[in-house]
């Protein structure tokens, strides 16, 4: 996170892009770039993870189309096991819970409001992280305000923070989405005006403000463009941790409401069933596993092809 | 963490010497598995189980109560009479009683306490279990008086409950607000010795205790010491009992007692008179719930055999009525009321009654959309209540589920915020469930339906009054076939009480008061 305070990013500007190598066309044939993406597909890893990661969004999206079963509909046939044990029933191909329930439709809607706990707290949180951040490099005289803000913001684990915000609105969704942003709202400050305050030193944003523009302007054509694609790229390598944080919130009964399925509260209702029924409580585990491995393999890749302080 | 010898011993030298090596079991320690720890330990100001459950060892009562639930032993009183108009007691009590520092035990103690239970300032939310008090006041050092404005037919039950327990005056007085929380100094079979909150109770064999209730025989505590040991984790807490970190415990989990009894070292024996109800009750004034028709489907919806099967592995009783037909005072005229699982009958009901189904599939009438909110507990609770709400779903109720900590709910429970509430309680009769909460003083807790109707009150009162068993039981009976007809309660089932313990120990005859299995602990003992 500190290191991106030093990074002086390649200004997407038409004098900057002729100072590249490729400015000189008499020369030979330079070395040519392999496009980022053609990078990004080089990297099995990174190819795996994203593919990964598109088919449980998929999933969670046709989550309607591809249940077997109705996600909140109890039956009689308690705990059955995963259809290939001794037990299984090919009809629930997972198995189902403590109340009848298809733990396999259950998991594809609970991947759903997983992932989009995640997108949603992640978005509101890198948004107004980084317009923080991004307005403290702007202005140098709100900056130690902010910054300290943001430090005291820091202090605060989420977890408590999700723990206080449940005991004043209850239990559910929203309290955990308000928590997990404001958590991430301090990290994505800080890297947003790093990257910012680098940016903000470069000869462009004087050549801006010598032509007259407004600050309006300068801060959004030159400063936020300029900036933009890193602090995607580190809010997409938070959106693992956020999955992570939002799951333990859930697994401390924090999160949606029931009957609503959410892989925290599945994993954490089979915890009851561990010693009898392990699968209510592995399934939905294995599931934030490789969701979170996934999202942070894919994060790390797409930093090592789009950051630009490891192009060069 | 604070492992006991026993503990120790075992983990030291493996199940293989422990057992040829029984000698070295010879400090007596008991460790009790249980699921929460109380917040401090005052008789009076204490009303839930855990509290009691260590209260009735440390401390003793008036009377006892016997496992049958029905008979009033002796415990400090050795005997008793009752005037003609049922209105004054005279208690006997026994001489050579003495509290854990030594001290004698005499009528003025009693009297103290009981006058503390009932005081005002004490605002013990169980002071009128006591009865109406004129007055209670040691004649001599072995007689007691307890005069009552009004006859009052369940006094000696209550006075068999832990809110009673004889305390010391000095001690009260000399740890103020830390009395019950730093230390306790009773006339119990054990001792305070040292308390961890939320880890561990320690208690010491009060050495020479010989006044306990004649069904436990004579003599002190068989054991040197008891560890109340808190695990909150149910998983947790079965595999302490199998693996010998835990020796007796009845809050094992429905689904572990299965596997514990399949166990050769472990011993799993169970009562059925153990009168605990788990129920859901709605706020009769709330729009929709407020209609007996939307409660009477809501009975008819939910399906309590497969409940009881299927979550609870048949470990329950799935409950129809308020009270246990075992219950004292149970009026048997009740049993043509019960509403029975029928989902189609649920639908009729509710159409009949013009609730219809509106576009989301939710039943309406009148603006008003049932979707009634519960609050709930965490944990087994919200398990039951997310069933109840997938039953509700199929007859159009779209039950919303708000649940909360055991920390914060009884705060919530106490508002009109919710139209239904969960709620699990013990009791001894009929009578005392129904003076708990249907009594309209006893709004707005833990009366929480609102029921507010003078028949009811003027019935209790009577009831109360009765001098005849006959006219009690009429009494009460009446107010339960009046309140079971209301459909104010959803019942979920009945819980017998099963004690898991290891098979080294004496055989454990389960008690039911106040749903504490253990009661005075004086059957604790190890076999080698």
Request: aromatic share 10%; with cysteine; charged share 20%.
């Amino acid at each position: 996170m500190t290191m991106a305070a030093t990074e002086t990013p390649e200004p997407k500007t038409e004098t900057a892009s002729a100072a590249t190598p490729a400015a000189k066309p008499e020369d030979a044939p330079p070395p040519r770039r392999a496009s980022w993406g053609r990078r990004l597909m080089r990297d099995r890893a990174a190819v795996a993870a994203l593919g990964t990661l598109a088919i449980i969004c998929l999933a969670a999206l046709f989550a309607p189309l591809l249940a077997t079963h109705d996600p909140y509909v109890n039956t009689r046939s308690v705990m059955t096991p995963p259809a290939w044990q001794t037990g299984g029933d090919i009809a629930y191909l997972l198995g189902t819970d403590g109340q009848g329930r298809d733990i396999f439709s259950r998991l594809l809607y609970g991947a759903r409001l997983t992932l989009l706990i995640g997108l949603i707290s992640v978005g509101l949180g890198g948004f107004v992280g980084s317009m923080i951040g991004l307005l403290s490099a702007f202005y140098p005289k709100i900056d130690a305000w902010l910054m300290r803000f943001m430090d005291m913001l820091l202090s605060f684990p989420a977890i408590l923070l999700g723990l206080a915000l449940v005991a004043v609105m209850g239990q559910g969704a929203v309290p955990v989405i308000i928590a997990l942003a404001i958590s991430s709202v301090p990290d994505c400050a800080r890297i947003a005006r790093g990257i910012a305050s680098g940016v903000m030193k470069m000869e462009f944003i004087e050549a801006g403000r010598a032509v007259g523009l407004s600050d309006a302007a300068l801060f959004r054509r030159y400063l936020l463009r300029n900036c933009i694609s890193s602090i995607m790229i580190f809010i997409s390598l938070r959106f693992g941790q956020v999955i992570l944080i939002g799951a333990a919130l859930s697994f401390l009964g924090l999160g949606a409401r029931p009957p609503l399925a959410e892989l925290g509260m599945m994993a954490s209702q089979g915890r009851d069933f561990l010693l009898f029924a392990p699968h209510i409580a592995v399934i939905p585990s294995v599931a934030i596993f490789v969701i979170v491995l996934a999202a942070n393999v894919a994060g790390d890749a797409l930093r090592d092809v789009l950051d630009p302080r490891l192009q060069t | 963490m604070k492992v006991s010898t026993r503990t120790r011993n075992r983990l030291g030298l493996g199940a293989a010497l422990a057992v040829s090596l029984p000698a070295l079991a010879s400090a007596q320690t008991v460790t009790i598995l249980r699921q929460q720890d109380s917040n401090k330990y005052d008789p009076p100001a204490i009303t839930a189980l855990s509290g009691s459950e260590v209260l009735f060892m440390m401390g003793d009562t008036l009377v006892a109560l016997n496992e049958d639930m029905q008979t009033i032993e002796p415990l400090l009183a050795k005997s008793w009479d009752v005037s003609e108009d049922g209105k004054t007691y005279t208690f006997h009590i026994k001489e050579g009683v003495k509290f854990c520092d030594g001290k004698p035990m005499t009528a003025e103690d009693i009297a103290y306490s009981i006058n503390r239970w009932i005081s005002p300032e004490l605002k013990s939310g169980v002071a009128w279990r006591a009865g109406d008090v004129k007055e209670v006041v040691a004649l001599d050092d072995y007689t007691l008086k307890y005069e009552l404005n009004a006859p009052y037919s369940e006094l000696l039950y209550q006075l068999a409950q832990s809110f009673g327990t004889v305390v010391d005056k000095e001690n009260v007085e000399a740890l103020g607000a830390d009395f019950g929380v730093t230390g306790f100094n009773g006339t119990g079979p054990f001792c305070w010795e040292s308390w961890d909150p939320r880890n561990e109770m320690v208690l010491t064999k009060h050495e020479g205790y010989n006044w306990g209730p004649p069904m436990y025989g004579e003599g002190a505590a068989k054991v040197d010491k008891v560890i109340w040991k808190i695990v909150p984790e149910e998983s947790t807490r079965t595999v302490a009992l199998l693996t010998g970190q835990g020796d007796v415990s009845y809050y094992v989990p429905y689904i572990g007692l299965g596997k514990l009894r399949s166990m050769p070292n472990i011993e799993v024996v169970r009562s059925d008179a153990a009168f605990w109800t788990n129920y859901i009750g709605f706020k009769i004034d709330k729009p929709g719930v407020s209609d007996p028709a939307v409660r009477e489907a809501i009975n008819l919806a939910v399906n309590r055999e497969a409940m009881a099967e299927d979550m609870f592995f048949s470990e329950v009783d799935p409950a129809y009525s308020y009270v246990s037909k075992g219950a004292l005072d149970y009026n048997a005229e009740v049993d043509a009321h019960l509403i029975k699982y029928d989902p189609d009958a649920a639908v009729k009901v509710l159409e009949d009654a013009g609730w219809m189904l509106n576009a989301d599939g939710v039943r309406e009438k009148d603006g008003v959309t049932l979707e009634p909110v519960i609050y709930t507990f965490t944990g087994e609770w919200a398990k039951t209540s997310e069933a109840v709400q997938a039953d509700l779903l199929k007859v159009g109720i779209n039950m919303q589920i708000q649940p909360y900590d055991a920390t914060v709910i009884w705060g919530k429970l106490a508002t009109q915020e919710f139209d239904m509430y969960t709620m699990g309680f013990p009791y001894v009769s009929t009578g005392d469930a129904l003076n708990l909460y249907f009594r309209s003083a006893n709004i707005p807790s833990p009366n929480r339906m609102n029921w507010d109707d003078p028949e009811t009150d003027k019935l209790l009162a009577d009831a109360a009054a009765a001098t005849t068993d006959e006219k009690r039981a009429s009494d009460y009976g009446d107010v339960l076939l009046k309140v079971q007809k209301a459909a104010v309660w959803l019942p979920i089932y009945e819980k017998p009480m099963q004690v898991a313990y290891v098979k080294n120990m004496a055989p454990i005859k389960p008690h039911n008061i106040y749903g504490a299995g253990l009661y005075k602990g004086l059957q604790l003992a190890f076999t080698d």
